[in-house]
């Protein structure tokens, strides 16, 4: 009897480090694709918004992740968009190019 619980006692901490091993990074990344998620929608919203403004609306498609970053920063100056807002337009475009 005391040869099982000392098995339990020793056998429960390590399922609940190795649960918490495999659950925490899980966790950390469903938050992340949320967040992702979240400025993916404020951009497009942000995008809409703006983007068509002084001239025709550019096609995701046109440029890579680092031509949007490059292109969005330059058009931050000009259209007068908040850095957080253009960090937003960033991630919706490179997610859809
Ligand atoms: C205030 C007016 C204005 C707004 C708003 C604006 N643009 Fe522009 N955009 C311009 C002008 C003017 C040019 C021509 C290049 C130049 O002289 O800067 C341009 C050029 C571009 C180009 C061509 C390549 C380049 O970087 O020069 C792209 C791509 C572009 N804009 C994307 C966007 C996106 C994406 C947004 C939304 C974040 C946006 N623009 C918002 C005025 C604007």
């Known amino acids: 009897m ?9 056998t429960v901490p390590a399922v609940l480090v190795a649960g918490m091993l495999v659950l925490a990074p899980s966790a ?3 938050e992340r694709d949320a967040t992702d998620r979240a400025a993916f929608a404020r951009g497009a919203k942000a995008w809409s918004e703006n983007c068509g403004r002084c001239h025709n609306f550019r096609a995701a498609k046109e440029l ?18 908040p850095g957080d807002v253009a ?9 859809t190019n």
């Not at 680092?66 to 007068?80: C, D, F, G, K, L």
């Open 2 to 10: 005391q040869k099982i619980m000392k098995r339990i006692l020793t």
């Open 28 to 30: 950390m990344a469903q």
């Open 64 to 81: 890579n992740d680092e031509e949007w970053h490059v292109s969005v920063t330059h058009m931050r100056v000009r259209a007068n968009i």
């Open 87 to 95: 960090k937003d337009i960033i991630a919706f475009l490179q997610a």
